[in-house]
């Protein structure tokens, strides 16, 4: 294994290069290099006539955590939601959907809060023997789904 850091100058481009080689891989080994890349969604951003509406639709749904900040932010996992106010109305004739991890009584318990809400609710649907998922509109028309895969049964496929 080889882990490189660089902090010298390199010639070619006029950056900055250095080697720091940890349990050197034998001659004629291939140098991996170590990437840190895309890691997830940061935060999802609501544009409606209504956000303090939207904010409140989206807590009692999914019992998300309340959180201070520009654009009254929620937390669903690790996922800020941000409300903005728009003079658009809704959504368009063929929304995006966002679809949501959930484990299995958070699929339960966003099933039971959709109802209680008087959301139209579509499903629960199998995807396959290990996924199940619902669906709902949220109140400006953007689709949204709940999936819970059971990842202790992936090996069944």
Do not use: K
């Not at 940890?22 to 940061?42: E, L, S």
């Not at 409140?56 to 932010?73: I, N, Q």
């Not at 003079?87 to 368009?92: I, Y």
């Amino acid at each position: 294994m080889r882990l490189s850091v660089w902090f010298g100058r390199e010639s070619a481009v006029g950056g900055l290069v250095a080697r720091l080689d940890v349990n050197p891989q034998p001659a004629g080994a291939r140098d991996t290099v170590a990437r840190v890349g895309v890691v997830g969604v940061n935060h999802l951003a609501f544009r409606t006539q209504d956000p303090d509406r939207l904010r409140r639709f989206y807590l009692d749904l999914t019992g998300a955590d309340e959180l201070d900040g520009a654009h009254s932010p929620i937390r669903i996992g690790q996922t800020l939601l941000v409300f903005f106010t728009s003079e658009a109305s809704g959504a368009t004739d063929d929304p995006d959907e966002i679809a949501f991890d959930v484990d299995r009584s958070g699929f339960d318990d966003v099933l039971e809060r959709a109802g209680q809400l008087g959301c139209e609710i579509r499903g629960p649907v199998e995807h396959t023997a290990f996924s199940m998922g619902f669906y709902l509109d949220d109140p400006d028309g953007r689709r949204l789904e709940f999936v819970y895969d059971d990842r202790g049964v992936y090996w069944r496929e």
